[in-house]
């Protein structure tokens, strides 16, 4: 994989608007409010997005059909009420609202097509209140060709001024020309707070002959792996990032979870295989979604998962 491909789909747009979509609901008023911040940090405009499938069917005139007040608010008056609170809190963002009547998952697939990056929130509306992630969360982080920033519920919903002041990307096995190191690394010069990039490894129960692994000498050498390949992955990082390496015994979702506790955000890889129909995050990413504690972005590439 070369630097040229992994452009084409994690930094497809960099100068492009930054998309988030909204329902109405906590989650995505949340998610809006970061994503408003994000544009302000980045310099982009805000495009904000609420897609639905029946809504275009609901409002006052059905309400009066079946003699009932509606008691949901009109989508184009979510993302008015939206994109007014984006420009009360950063005046001069430039700001975009849009309805857009198709189902939300390919919607912002779509929408994500021309974005510098696409954020949502953890659940929406109709989101189960036992269910860790929402479907259209999943799907959207799966399938869509820019970074796509979840905002996990308990996250406190700050960009700027930085809350734990760090950013945390996953480090796999290919990151030589990883697209979500040098996302985390822009996120964290933006920041400016420190870039913490972690490495797991894990030593086999035996040796490749089939012998029980001893302590000592034989499994450092995996360890030792570890932090040369967070070196090969960090080597061509902007100079005024700060930037912390950590090899961690164990499993990489584990150790990213354990991370997320006091991040602002954690950045992972997922792959993009042409053709694939099926969701398009690795073991990493998904559990990541399921489980960070803080936001977590999910970054394209052409490749294996971080």
Known sequence: MNTADENAVAERAPGGPLVVGVDGSEPSL??????????????????????CLWDRY???????????????PLPQDVVGAVAERARARHPGL?????????????????AARNASALVVGARGRSGLAEMLLGSVSLTVAAHADCPVIVLRGSHDNQATPPVHGRVVVGVGEDAKESAAVR??????????????????????????????????????QYEERAI?????????????????????????????????????????????????????LGR????????????VAIVPHRGHDA
Do not use: K, N
């Open 58 to 72: 609901e409002g006052a005139a059905l309400a009066r059909d079946i003699g009932e007040p509606t008691e949901l």
């Open 94 to 110: 430039r700001v975009t609202a849009d309805v857009v009547f198709e189902e939300p998952e390919y919607a912002l697939v779509h």
């Open 30 to 51: 949340r998610a809006a409010d970061w994503a408003s911040d994000e544009a302000a940090l980045r310099g982009v405009p805000l495009r904000v997005v609420y897609a």
């Open 183 to 220: 996302f985390a690394a822009e996120e964290a010069r933006r920041r400016g707070v420190p870039l913490e990039a972690v490495r797991a490894w894990r030593c086999p129960a035996h040796a490749p002959g089939g012998y029980p692994l001893m302590l000592g000498e034989p499994t450092r």
């Open 284 to 295: 990493t990413a998904h559990a990541v979604l399921h489980h960070s504690a803080c936001a």
């Open 228 to 280: 040369e390949e967070l070196e090969g992955a960090l080597q061509d990082l902007p100079a005024d990032v700060e930037v912390r390496r950590r090899a961690v015994e164990g499993h990489a979702r584990r150790a990213l979870v354990d991370a997320s506790h006091s991040a602002d955000l954690l950045v992972v890889g997922a792959s993009r295989r042409e053709g694939h129909l099926g969701l398009q």
